[in-house]
């Protein structure tokens, strides 16, 4: 293409380099936040000007934030391939999307989930009756234990990710559907990885619910979703009581609108829908594919590089999972994880994550009790990136570094 797919923020910052100097800064942290897309960046810099609130005004601006708005629930919900009858919500994010399906299980309904998981994906199920299946060391295993669990016991609703945040492995979403409806439960798929890296079909895939976020799927932060069957978001109470989610109020009595308007009290992010729903524009726009041919690249190039140094361990779950997006945690021997983030940084220009990454019962799981670095990747990411990095920890590992770094993680979501 003759215009780059991605802003300069993140692909052209120069990092300062604490052994002096400075150099391209290579970010290899998409799985935490993806910088904006130009064409995302373009829309919000044209719309930030007249942006006024929705459903609330008979004002031009008015309207026009509210086409807008309801343009993007109608953009997303084309992205997933909803069902004419699916509810687009906007929520803050995924976090705040699956809180608020946890607020909609029906009365007594039991959630299943793995052990796998991100805690935006464990802790709102954990409020409710839930059971928790422990991933088994092979793929295969790991879907009878799912199917003995739901078959065990009815469940309401069958939790799964769509694609691990720490080893980037992906869940064959079909397969689990189709177990969970032949047992009477619904799925919801946790996508904030999985939407920016792959197509999702949710008529195709059996999908109940999806959630996923902007921030990670090139759009600026606030804004994310959840889509799925109306009935149980029309049956359930407001995820947050306020104007915009009623249809009548008294002082004793309020008649709540149907979804999607109970679930959005308050004013709404209109700019981070817009910007969200562009994002998914521009996404659905590319080459089928190209993102995932693009990412399977890199990935097998910093596994092979990675295997290759002494020292180093890649985290993985499955030998038998077939496919997996551009996420790859490791540790490196001898080095706690917060020192390898702070000394790439520091002497090299490179963010990767450490830490927990959100999924401690999974970090123990895979014996990184303590944490581990995770390198991830996008569009704007390059084979040059992967290589500094090699080079970087290869360095490392063989020289060793006078600088001093931290060596815990004090970070409040490790
Ligand atoms: N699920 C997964 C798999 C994630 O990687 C993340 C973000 N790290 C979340 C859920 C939560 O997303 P957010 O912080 O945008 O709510």
Redesign the pocket.
């Known amino acids: 293409p003759t215009r780059p797919l991605l802003p300069v923020v993140g692909a052209d910052l120069r990092a300062p380099l604490a052994t002096g100097g400075d150099t391209r800064y290579v970010n290899l942290d998409y ?3 993806a910088p904006a897309l130009l064409a995302v960046a373009d829309h919000v810099a044209e719309i930030l000007p007249t942006y006024a609130s929705v459903h609330r005004g008979a004002g031009y601006a008015s309207q026009l934030s509210t086409q807008r708005y309801e343009d993007a629930r109608g953009t997303v919900a084309r992205f997933v391939g909803a069902r004419p009858d699916d509810v687009v919500v906007f929520t ?7 809180n608020l399906l946890a607020g909609c299980v029906p009365d007594g309904g039991e959630v299943v989930v793995l052990d796998i ?5 464990l802790l709102p199920w954990q409020r409710r009756a839930h059971r928790v299946v422990e991933a088994a060391s092979t793929l295969a295993q790991t879907l009878s234990r799912l199917q003995v669990e739901l078959a065990r016991r009815p469940a309401a609703l069958l939790a799964v ?5 720490v080893t980037g492995e992906q869940l064959p979403l079909g397969a689990l559907a189709g177990l969970a409806h032949r047992h009477g439960a619904r799925i919801v798929v ?5 939407a920016p890296h792959r197509r999702i079909d949710v008529v195709a895939g059996e999908i109940d619910y999806v ?6 799927l090139y759009a600026p ?1 606030g804004a ?1 979703v959840l889509v799925g069957r109306r009935d149980w978001l029309d049956a359930a109470p407001p995820y947050l009581a306020g104007g915009g989610a009623v249809r009548e109020v008294t002082l004793t009595a309020t008649d709540w609108a149907p979804a999607p308007a109970r679930h959005e009290g308050g004013s709404p992010n209109v700019i981070g829908a817009a910007a969200l729903a562009r994002a998914c524009e521009a996404i659905a726009a590319l080459p089928e594919g190209c993102a995932e041919v693009h990412e399977s690249a890199l990935r097998r190039r910093l596994l092979a590089g990675l295997d290759r140094i002494e020292g180093v361990r890649t985290l993985r779950l499955w030998p038998d999972s077939g496919s997996a997006i551009g996420v790859v945690a490791f540790t490196v021997d001898g080095y706690p994880a917060r020192q390898v983030a702070e000394y790439l940084s520091a002497e090299h220009g490179i963010g990767v994550r450490d830490g927990r ?3 401690h019962p999974l970090l123990s799981k895979l014996g990184a009790d303590g944490a581990a670095l995770r390198a991830s990747f996008g569009l704007g990411s390059t084979a040059d990136d992967v290589d500094r990095l090699l080079a970087a920890v290869e360095h490392l590992v063989t020289e060793g570094t006078t600088g001093t770094y931290a060596t815990s993680a004090e970070r409040p979501c490790d």
Do not use: I, M, P
């Open positions: 799985a935490a936040s803050r994010n995924t976090t705040d999307a699956l998981e991100h805690h935006a994906n990710t769509g694609a691990s945040n946790d996508a904030a990885q999985l959630a996923f976020s902007g921030h990670k932060f994310g990454f959100c999924a």
